[in-house]
């Protein structure tokens, strides 16, 4: 059975992709599968908060438009999965869209596998579930969750998200030829509980250019994190650590390759308001905008919106070789809107302090400020006013986006009622979640209010656009 889909109710996000109501969190699955992207999702069936995990499922053609579809996964009475169907992962097992997830059967984590019909609409789980009986012996872990799942030649390999007590978190590697019988390889890599938390939850490894990456979200840090680095003798060596999202709000990010060989990431944005306005609210959870992952010269990850997002964009206003300085007038004095996109291009050298303010009532008691620094080379988004609501979240959310030179500044921002995604010149990230209480916070305003040195703040192009819905 499919369920209606909840009414708009002004938080509720427009484009982004969330279940018709209740609970999601992480995306499971991720899979492009005979022209279809596939969306499985941690998703509670019954209620907005965290409780029963099944595989939510839904579909799209594009990338934009989804179509909900039934639950793929139930939690089976007296088998592994008794407790719940938790994460996992999706792949094209010789011809066949093969999951492997981790079933619950009171405190045990068990790797369990499930096979899709030739249209995945229908996932049958293996009869001899589950696939490991118990996590290695002889390693005291914290965890034994979540599976990323990789072939090189005749072997099937698989990391699953641990940790080692008093050490850090870990992913220990499998390797199987027929994707049933699965032997322990080893430690895959291993950090440390102070600096990257005890258990590493999600974990996702793909090569990236000519590099690996390792995509975590470690307990107790409460935000993915990825490492670049180097991969031999089924050891990841990380070269270089980042975090995925500087917002808030990302957590459990999971990445797949498409039909034409795209990396493209989805992420949980989790909510930033009390689980009492959650269940009021009768949904909670939504999925982040499709990224696509490159790596960057600077041996980063960059993440982009895909382009087939552009088919959303409906009216749009242009504005071409603006100087701002303090005291200017509000470029975006007639937007009224909380579903758009605003791309904005400035100049190299910006002596100044850029806001972009969005979702502002009238008379400013509600807004939220994005802005750059160009002096400490920081984006940062400034929550404590973006609600009248005193039970939101205030927090300061910043990240560092220092430019060279000779480097122009690309905002690329997408705001979807809650939802607010900044995508800073590919590779700094920042998504968090607001909650304005008036029906009149749809007002935008960009200038800038700090300058210096020459003060030189040239906008190069901006553009807005209306986002249309996509239900
Ligand atoms: N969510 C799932 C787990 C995973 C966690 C349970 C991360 O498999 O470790 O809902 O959000």
Not at 111 to 118: E, F, H, Q, R
């Amino acid at each position: 059975m499919i369920l209606d889909r909840l009414p708009r109710d002004g938080q509720r996000p427009q484009y982004h992709y969330l279940p018709p109501r209740h609970w999601m969190n992480d995306p499971n699955g991720l899979i492009h599968w005979r022209g279809e992207y596939h969306f499985f999702y941690q998703h509670h069936p019954y209620g907005a908060y965290w409780a029963n995990m099944h595989w939510g499922h839904a579909v799209s053609k594009d990338l934009v438009h989804w179509q909900d579809l039934p639950i793929a996964l139930y939690p089976t009475p007296d088998s592994a999965d008794q407790d719940g169907v938790y994460s996992g992962y999706a792949f094209n097992h010789n011809g066949t869209p093969t999951i492997l997830y981790t079933g619950v059967r009171s405190h045990a984590q068990l790797p369990c596998l499930a096979t899709g019909d030739d249209t995945l609409r229908t996932v049958t789980k293996y009869e001899g579930n589950p696939v490991i009986p118990a996590p290695p012996a002889g390693l005291d872990l914290l965890g034994f969750r979540d599976h990323s799942v990789w072939q090189e030649g005749e072997w099937w390999y698989q990391v699953i998200g641990s940790g080692i007590r008093g050490v850090g978190g870990a992913t220990l590697l499998y390797r199987s030829r027929n994707i049933v019988d699965w032997e322990y390889v080893g430690l895959h890599c291993v950090g440390s509980s102070l600096e990257t938390g005890t258990m590493w939850e999600c974990p996702d490894f793909f090569p990236l250019g000519d590099k690996y990456v390792l995509v975590l979200s470690p307990i107790p840090l409460g935000k993915a994190i990825y490492f670049v680095g180097r991969y031999a003798n089924h050891v990841f060596t990380p070269e270089k650590q980042w975090t995925v999202d500087n917002g808030n709000s990302v957590y459990a990010p999971l990445s797949f390759v498409d039909e034409n060989g795209r990396r493209i990431l989805f992420s949980w944005l989790r909510e930033g308001r009390s689980g009492e306005a959650q269940i009021k609210a009768g949904w909670s959870g939504v999925a982040s905008l499709p990224r696509l992952l490159t790596l960057g010269e600077d041996g980063f990850v960059h993440q982009e919106p895909v382009p087939e997002l552009q088919t959303l964009r409906g009216k749009q206003k242009t504005w071409e070789d603006v100087e701002l300085a303090v005291g200017g007038e509000n470029l975006l004095a007639s937007t009224s809107s909380s579903t758009f996109e605003l791309l904005a291009e400035f100049d190299a050298h910006v002596n100044c302090i850029i806001q972009l303010k969005v979702r502002c009532s009238p008379d400013g008691d509600e807004e939220t400020i994005i802005s750059y620094n160009g002096d400490y080379g920081e984006l940062s988004v400034r929550c404590a006013e973006s609600s009248l609501d005193p039970a939101q979240h205030r927090e300061l959310q910043r990240g560092m986006l220092p430019l060279a030179a000779d480097e122009p500044l690309r905002l690329h921002v997408f705001v979807d009622n809650s939802v607010i995604e900044i995508f800073a010149n590919g590779r700094t990230v920042l998504t968090t979640r607001v909650y304005p209480t008036r029906a009149d916070s749809m007002g935008a305003w960009l200038g800038v209010v700090s300058q210096w040195g020459n003060g030189r703040c040239h906008l190069k192009r901006l553009d807005v656009w209306e986002l249309a819905g996509i239900w």
